[in-house]
């Protein structure tokens, strides 16, 4: 049954490219990207429809065909099977924690899979099991960008509610001085999520650590602060 959804999911993909989509993808990646071309909401409506059909299976049976998914690398495939992930949300276990690290290690290999994956379904996880953010303070030293970043672009959602301010900036602290742009980009959004409920703790942060922060990060902390602080900010 799970082969033939997937086959049926792949041969509407197909059906469904879109020329314009497919050769403007890679210009928002530097590494390359598998790409049927197909648009992100028809992606979104289709991984709504077909789930439908798959509802009543165990938590076991999706997670299964979401992994068959993600063995393909093309990325319309991963954002369904993301999606599907997430809407077992009620249902997961602390078991599931190692599963959701697997897939960041073996299939996530762009900022696009890395988010889709992490705000939604590993950071539900985490709010239900906040005793994982060890885990996620573990990633930021690994060799891995993806699991670096991973470790900020998780509490995005929750830190948007002034959820883990504390957890929040231990994660920054230990991404500091990250070398990659894309980890940088990574934790300097969750520092501007978390500066939504507070402005002032993120700003004394910055503050703090401003001489040491690299730019893009601190660009990103600041973006939607007040623009006399933005100025203090940015003033070495």
Same mark, same amino acid.
């Given at each position: @049954?799970?082969?033939?959804?997937? $086959? %049926? *999911?792949?041969?509407?993909?197909? =059906?469904? &490219?879109? /020329? ?25 409506? @289709?991984?709504?429809?077909?789930? $439908? %059909? *798959?509802?009543?299976?165990?938590? =076991?049976? &999706?997670? /299964? ?172």
């Amino acid at each position: @049954m799970g082969k033939d959804i997937i $086959a %049926e *999911i792949r041969k509407e993909l197909l =059906q469904q &490219v879109d /020329a314009k989509t497919r050769d403007s993808a890679q210009r928002f990646f530097k590494e390359a990207v598998k790409v049927y071309g197909v648009k992100t909401a028809l992606v979104e409506k @289709m991984a709504a429809q077909r789930y $439908a %059909e *798959i509802k009543h299976f165990s938590k =076991q049976e &999706v997670f /299964a065909i979401c992994e068959e998914l993600l063995k393909s690398d093309y990325m319309e495939e991963a954002f369904i099977a993301f999606a599907w992930a997430y809407r077992r949300r009620e249902e997961y276990q602390p078991e599931d924690f190692t599963l959701f690290e697997s897939w960041l290690e073996q299939y996530v290999n762009n900022w696009a899979k890395c988010d889709t994956l992490c705000n939604h379904t590993v950071g539900a996880f985490v709010e239900k099991y906040p005793q994982y953010i060890a885990n996620l303070k573990q990633w930021t030293a690994s060799p891995n960008r993806w699991l670096r970043r991973a470790s900020a672009v998780t509490l995005i959602i929750p830190a948007r509610r002034g959820a883990f301010l504390k957890e929040v900036l231990e994660i920054t602290d230990r991404l500091l001085l990250d070398k990659d742009d894309l980890v940088q980009k990574g934790y300097g959004w969750l520092l501007k999520e978390a500066g939504r409920e507070h402005q002032q703790e993120v700003f004394d942060y910055v503050m703090r650590y401003k001489k040491e922060m690299p730019r893009t990060a601190l660009r990103y902390a600041i973006e939607k602060m007040p623009a006399d602080l933005k100025r203090q900010a940015m003033q070495r």
